[in-house]
């Protein structure tokens, strides 16, 4: 018979406050272009490896060729997750 180990369960996930609905001002942000499917993915992929508030959502951007783009705009309560999401995410490596 094998045991298994029960995870703490995260305050924020059973209370449905973890993502944010909108940008507060307070959070350290990052922007990346949109592509398609990027924002279910990322928002995945940060429910799974962050414990933190988080937000992702579309917003309007000017790019390095000064025009107006869609942009996906990904922010963090804690910066510290802002630096380990740009780090270890794999969806950031492909372009």
């Known amino acids: 018979m094998t ?3 029960l995870k703490n369960p995260n305050p924020l996930n059973f209370f449905d406050c973890r993502k944010s ?3 507060p001002p307070y959070f350290e942000y990052i922007n990346i272009p949109l592509r398609y499917n990027l924002e ?10 962050q414990k933190g508030r988080y937000y992702v959502g579309k917003s309007v951007g000017i790019t390095e060729e000064n025009s ?20 270890a995410c794999p969806l950031l490596k492909y372009k």
């Open 68 to 87: 107006i783009n869609t942009i996906l705009k990904i922010g963090f309560e804690d910066p510290k997750e802002l630096s380990y999401f740009t780090l």
């Open 40 to 49: 279910d993915s990322i928002s995945k992929w940060i429910y799974q490896h």
């Open 21 to 23: 609905k909108v940008p």
């Open 3 to 5: 045991k298994t180990l």
